[in-house]
């Protein structure tokens, strides 16, 4: 396995995981009003807990809707010399500056990237870069099992 397959496979595994989560909270409480603001901030952070992951921050422009995480959690304890920090999600926005997400819109307009500067396919050794997905894959199947 390449580097870049993966990288990509962890983004695909972990976006499926994060969309699950998404549209398990909004089966039960309803569509999701997505601003760039602490309720929505806090209520991603509630989504995600127990995914070993953080809302880092979040941006909002006409095209597209940014929530940024931090890798927490046993992610921390994996002993690897380079390791991604950070992995966003970008939601396709129609032009205003908040945005309303339905269970449906779960599977759609979604694209995860793990982000991190440091975490660079041209600058790390690729076994440095696969050794670190692999561990990041196995922590990601054990919070997606508990959660």
Known sequence: ???????????KNLESVIKGVFSRD?????DFEIAADFDTHSRVNDIVEGLGLAVYGMSVTPSEFIIT?????????????????YCNIKLKNDGDYYLSISEDETNENWYLSV???HFNT???????????MNEFEKVL????ISK
């Open 1 to 11: 396995m390449s580097a870049i397959n993966a990288i990509n496979t962890f983004e």
């Open 26 to 30: 909004i089966s039960a409480n309803g």
């Open 69 to 85: 995480f931090e890798f927490i959690g046993l992610y921390e304890t994996i002993d690897c010399k380079e390791k991604p920090s």
């Open 115 to 117: 982000t991190d500067v």
């Open 122 to 132: 041209k600058l790390i050794s690729h076994e440095i870069i696969i050794e670190a």
């Open 141 to 144: 199947m054990a919070t997606a």
